[in-house]
């Protein structure tokens, strides 16, 4: 068996409605079904989802506060006031800062730009930052992706003389600041009709305000950075504008984006969501997090292709750095994770914190740590000098943290955020309370199946549904993201043909896989040490990502596995390895490597005499049992001892038992048992045993008859060599005829009963256990890995 790494929570299907979109449309069921589940149950939004274009933008006078925002900026250009761009330093805050820039150079504006540096000031505006460019005579704020929450500094800014115009995408808190005008379409008195824009989203409707038919399509470009970065929801209005940025950066008009593109290795001139989330964003979160957001500002509105290559260049040094001081910080956050497990168990929000862990990469780590233990984490960079933390929070599905800080909120000096992420900053003395309260609070909402990661499956197919046709059809649907992601497509029953590792280190794994006579290649990315989690005649459920892989001019379907299951036991042939207890450590490394000893109850069957040779220092999670004709197995080690045979999951047999009886004991016993891994040896010619028939018997006896010795020493070689029957086969015959009173056999004495009694062989139970015993051996030695399968299945559930 191999148990999936999620709960895959499969989508309901109306198929009715599903064939309806997919004729209304012309496109497959599949795709029809894909449409439904997202929501769409008529023609005209599914049309509109598809492909809907620039003119279906929402005017931007529907947002409130866009109409006095306009008055006010057209006032400070008529006036000539000076104006401050006040941004933000992730990457929706520099794509919001850049298309502002590019939107006041149009306007003819005289302005300048600040943001923030992230460890040392933190988010948000700042009232040192507004005396600054009061002092400069700066007279009109204009905040992107920032300012919904600064009541205190923007009244601090009205007391100057100075208007506040806030653009920002954030929840708004109860209290309001008192700015000039508040632009985001999360305000509870907005009527605009979408409410899932970026923050440069919300800059660019201010620009298309101002603008109008005049506004450079160009900029899309910006909104697509932004909006992508911020895993901003790719629906409606997001969907049209991220759709029409990314083919626009096929050709870009930014010498920014092309020098990103290009350093970010994108060769193929053709951009999709992935590069932009994977390859340009942590880039320009690099500048932000590692040094000062300035310099990928610089990238973005840059007009020389010189310059923008050599930042370009200095961006990608510093996301480096960035990936490893992530590792760094990753290594200490886990040690104090696991010391907190250890004291009572996971909490249910994990909080760590550390002197100097850099602020800019915290939420990175805080991503990674959600990753390993699927609970809502925060981490935090304590600054010594000053006794405060800085730090960011990433949540779970189903779990607010914004709201989970907002129950805390007297304990943080700011904090602000959505739903799956926040960010927040306190004093090192408030610490423990605020975890403490946290965990309070999330002990009433959070239950155990909270902590079980689901996976959305959209739909189970079939291998023969994934033509190219319908992939073509399904790529449609993208640009995937947030609340639009890529299909999940539920494959199962398939057969494993092949199974390789592949790429560097042999970090991934590639498989082939046949259904219905179907075969199809899929690639599992990270994913390389499932090789040995894979009997070779696995079937094989699979949840899969489609795409059409070109080679050579060639296209063919191929997958990208997300999940992947195996529900029957497996059996792992290794039978002719020479060095078996060597392949046994060798394995265990790999199956440690893989995570399965984390919950895996591991066991090592080994005749007596043979336990000495397996080094517990080398397999410290391992029970050692050795055979035993009464008792069918006894513990060797204090694991064993400490354990249950119903518990073991895995078992390396290293010898086979030397009777029937101990092999069916131990089937009885393993009623948890998943894998089966063969090491043992192939029997010398001399102990090997057959399956006995009649004639053997007839051949046997008669021959017994015929020789004059009675002596074993002398009558068994004679008649192993006769025969071609073993020397462990002959001894075990021997006993049938002792048994049936055929014969005499004492103190190595052979003898012929005269008189022998008339009784068939089957009332034998040494004839019965021989032919039992012959059977298991010969398929244990030299029987198919399927067979062996099917056998322990028939055994286990007799």
Known sequence: MLHPKFNWEVGSIDEQQ????????????????????????????????????????????????????????????????????????????????????????????????????????????????????????????????????????????????????????????????????????????????????????????????????????????????????????????????????????????FPGIRALLMISGNQQNIVNAVQVGFGLAPRINASGRMSHASRAVELLTASDMEQAETIAEELDVLNKQRQLLVEEILIEAVAQVEEKAA?????????????????????????????????????????????????????????????????????????????????????????????????SYAHHILTPAHFTPAMQVDIACNVSDLTIETIEHMEELAPFGMNNPCPKLLIRGAKLLESRQMGKDNKHLKLLIAQQGCTIEAIAFNKGNLAYLLSEDATLDLVVEVSINEWNGKRKPQLFIQDIAVSHIQVFDYRHTKSAHLKLEQLAEKLEASGVNASAKNAVFVQAGFQNLFRQNQLPNYSLWIYDEKEGLLPSNDIAKGMSLAEVTTIFIMHLPTGAKTWHYIQGKLSSLERIYLLHDVHKPEEQVILPTREHFKELYAMIRSVSTTSENELLPYISKKTGLSRRMLSMALEVFKELEFITWEQGEIRINPAPSKRALETSTHFIHLQQLAEVEQLMVNGEVARIRDWMLKQKYA
């Not at 730009?113 to 704020?141: D, N, V």
């Not at 409707?205 to 109008?212: E, F, S």
């Not at 929070?393 to 943290?401: E, G, K, L, T, V």
């Open 18 to 253: 599903a064939f309806f979109l997919s004729n209304q449309l012309n496109v497959p069921h599949i795709v029809g079904t894909l449409l439904y589940q997202r929501g769409f149950t008529d023609f005209d939004q599914a049309k509109s989802f598809l492909y809907g274009g620039l003119t279906e933008l929402h005017d931007p006078f529907l947002m409130s506060g866009v109409r006095e925002a306009v008055d006010r900026i057209k006032q400070a250009l008529l006036e000539k006031e000076k104006i401050l761009i006040y941004g933000d330093y992730d990457a929706d805050g520099v794509s919001s800062t850049s298309l502002m820039i590019h939107l006041m150079r149009k306007l003819g504006a005289d302005f300048d730009y600040y943001i923030p540096h992230r460890s040392k000031e933190g988010y948000g505006l700042h009232i040192h930052a507004i005396q600054q460019f009061h002092e400069q005579g700066y007279s009109l704020i204009v905040t992107v992706d920032t300012g919904i929450s600064a009541v205190e500094q923007i009244e601090y800014a009205n007391s100057l003389g100075i208007d506040v115009i806030v653009t920002d995408h954030h929840e708004p808190p109860a209290v309001l600041p008192k700015a000039y005008s508040l632009i985001n379409p999360k305000l509870e008195y907005c009527n605009y009709p979408f409410k899932g824009l970026a923050g440069v989203g919300v800059a660019y409707k201010l620009a298309q305000a101002l603008l109008g038919e005049h506004t450079p399509q160009a900029w899309i470009e910006l909104v697509t950075i932004g909006t992508i970065a911020d895993l901003m929801p790719l629906r409606d209005e997001n969907r049209i504008l991220v759709t029409y940025g990314l083919k626009l950066m096929n050709t870009s008009s």
């Open 343 to 439: 004291q009572g168990g996971i909490p249910d929000i994990i909080v760590v914190a550390g002197e100097n862990w850099n602020v800019g990469v915290v939420g990175i780590v805080a991503s990674k740590l959600l990753d390993r233990y699927y609970r809502p984490v925060i981490v935090l960079g304590i600054d010594p000098e000053t006794g405060m933390c800085k730090g960011s929070a990433r949540s779970i599905p189903d779990f607010d943290i914004y709201q989970a800080l907002t129950a805390c909120s007297k304990l943080m000096d700011h904090y602000g955020g959505h739903p799956a992420a926040a960010g927040m900053s306190l004093a090192v003395a408030q610490l423990e309370q605020f975890e403490q309260q946290l965990n």
